[in-house]
């Protein structure tokens, strides 16, 4: 009896717990989507050298041929040759900004520290200049010797090409940038400054600073790209893809639309109008294209595993774009 009891137990237990090979599902690896390049296009993803993962800072080029590229895992890189190849330059440096001169100083900006890494050089010496009180947030030139840079607390100017830095002021609102990065632009003398909802503007040498009206289409909007191809036509993107322009260097913002969100665990955006009525604009995954002055948009790039970082146009023909896993995308 106890035998009868074990072997119906036994066969109750095998036959429907048991897996037979027919029933079995092979492995699979994860789906992986492909990057979808338009004309023009490609990825380069043998840039950097550094083992483990990769987390892409920014991407500046003063002309067609020559760059920086800068990654959190302490590395600077240069290229001359438009981006075919790179030259690592330095180590040590965790780099989030970047801005260089038309004469090839460059200015690179890290995060949590009260000071900029420059090269006066091309890149062959690196020196710090301590002078802020506060940590750095952004930084841009308009010309070989005029620069702003903002802090987490103050606007500051250059005149000689980045040697000396004049504190003219306290950023208002300042408690909105906290923890945040502010986006800042030039256009000759006149400067926009933007973070959290708010936009600034200088067009009188930077000394004086007008606050810009600026939809509340949501709260904590989150600008983080500015562009002005003139000096009258500007405009702000948010960190979820809302846009908006202005005709009157600022003074007045009209929300123009908000592009579709497609990326995947960061939320990244980045803002560059070559002309007018030109521009490109990065948000997650994407890179979209206008050519009537951001009513309408077409996805140029389209990327499967990895977010755009920052993307920079020194033309309507030449372009770049970084990505959070290292590589490096070119349009020409």
């Not at 009868?4 to 090979?21: A, D, E």
């Not at 503007?201 to 810009?212: G, K, M, P, Q, R």
């Not at 995954?285 to 309408?296: A, L, P």
């Amino acid at each position: 009896m106890r035998f009868l009891l074990f072997l119906f137990i036994s066969v109750s237990f095998f036959g429907f717990y048991s897996c037979k090979k027919s029933t079995i599902t092979p492995y699979q690896p994860p789906l992986v989507n492909p990057d979808t390049l338009t004309t023009g296009w490609t990825k380069n993803t043998q840039v950097f050298s550094e083992s483990g993962i990769i987390h892409a800072g920014d991407i500046f080029f003063i002309n067609p041929n020559v760059g920086y590229a800068s990654t959190n895992i302490s590395s600077i890189y240069k290229t001359m040759d438009g981006g075919n190849t790179w030259l690592s330059l330095a180590n040590g440096f965790s780099m989030f900004n970047v801005a260089v001169t038309p004469n090839d100083r460059s200015f690179f900006m890290r995060d949590n520290f009260d000071s900029i890494t420059r090269s006066t050089d091309g890149g062959l010496n690196f020196s710090n200049s301590y002078a802020f009180g506060s940590n750095v947030s952004d930084i841009y030139f308009s010309d070989n010797v005029t620069g702003i840079c903002t802090t987490e607390q103050n606007i500051l100017t250059t005149t000689n090409g980045g040697d000396t830095w004049n504190n003219i002021g306290i950023i208002p609102n300042v408690e909105s940038l906290t923890n945040k990065k502010s986006a800042v632009i030039m256009k000759g003398n006149s400067a926009w400054i933007g973070y959290g909802k708010y936009i600034y503007h200088s067009n009188d040498n930077l000394t004086t600073w007008s606050l810009d009206s600026l939809p509340n289409v949501i709260s904590n909007i989150g600008i983080c790209g500015i562009s002005a191809p003139s000096t009258s036509v500007v405009y702000a993107s948010s960190f979820t893809g809302y846009l908006f322009k202005s005709t009157n260097g600022g003074n007045t913002f009209n929300f123009i639309k908000k592009l579709d969100l497609n990326y995947n665990a960061d939320i990244y955006s980045d803002l560059h109008f070559v002309s007018d009525t030109v521009g490109f604009m990065s948000l997650g995954s994407r890179i979209y294209k206008t050519e009537d002055g951001g009513n309408t948009w077409n996805v140029v790039v389209a990327l499967g595993i990895t977010d755009l970082i920052e993307i920079h146009f020194t033309d309507a023909q030449h372009g770049w774009a970084i990505c959070n896993d290292g590589s490096i995308l070119k349009y020409n």
